[in-house]
Nanobody, 113 residues
């Protein structure tokens, strides 16, 4: 069974940068990525990447966030630049295989002055 563990995040100022990492075990061909959920909001897609490198971004993060993948390490990275206060949320690592979906434990990202 696939499991994912996310890490990174923390506190940043507007315009700053943070990087998230997500390591998957149990599969090397899962669709992987990140979702986020701000207080009072629904969970929303941030970015996903397939094992073949096909990428999908949420419109509001295009040009600021970059998702990448190291298949040898079963790890996906989310480089977040030009952060805005509205990026504040709990970010969840995500993976989907033919067997279903799995979620990481969530890592908070706070963008504030």
């Amino acid at each position: 069974q696939v499991q994912v563990v996310g890490s990174g995040g923390g506190l940043a100022q507007p315009g700053g940068s943070l990087r998230l990492s997500c390591v998957a075990s149990g599969s090397n061909d899962a669709l992987m990525g990140w979702y986020r959920q701000a207080p009072g909001n629904q969970r929303e897609l941030v970015a996903t990447i397939t094992s073949g490198g096909a990428i999908n971004y949420r419109y509001s993060v295009k040009g600021r966030f970059t998702i990448s993948r190291d298949n040898a390490k079963n790890t996906v990275y989310l480089q977040m630049n030009s952060l805005k206060p509205e990026d504040t949320a709990v970010y969840y690592c995500y993976a989907r295989t033919n067997d279903g979906e799995v979620w990481g434990q969530g890592t908070p990202v706070t963008v504030t002055t």
